[in-house]
């Protein structure tokens, strides 16, 4: 059982950035890790992942802007967010994914002036 817990989240103006971060309660260097975010009135969605060996892949409305990155020794996975717009505007969740999957309580992300 993995526990995750994300923060870094809050407003901010559009074209700003956020940092979020993504805390494990145990080991994720063997787990694939990811970010996932959920709109009013939309479905959960895939923001990006990063693999055991640390490439990556992102959703296209956020390739170059997002970047994804993970720290196995403190078992930790961030989420670099740059260029904000409107749209990015959503509660955004920590996944990780082994033999089982474990989501993060989410962090709300509100883009606005």
């Known amino acids: 059982q993995v526990q995750l817990v994300e923060s870094g989240g809050g407003l901010v103006q559009p074209g700003g950035s956020l940092r979020l971060s993504c805390e494990a309660s145990?080991?994720?260097?063997?787990?694939?890790m990811g970010w996932y975010r959920q709109a009013p009135g939309k479905q959960r969605e895939l923001v990006g992942r990063?693999?055991?060996?640390?490439?990556?892949d992102y959703a296209e409305p956020v390739r170059g802007r997002f970047t994804i990155s993970r720290d196995n020794a403190k078992n930790t996975v961030a989420l670099q967010m740059n260029s904000l717009k409107p749209e990015d505007t959503a509660v955004y969740y920590c996944?990780?994914?082994?033999?089982?999957?474990?989501w993060g309580q989410g962090t709300q992300v509100t883009v606005s002036s």
């Open positions: 145990g080991s994720i260097s063997m787990l694939v």
């Open positions: 990063i693999y055991r060996g640390g490439s990556r």
């Open positions: 996944y990780a994914h082994g033999l089982n999957d474990f």
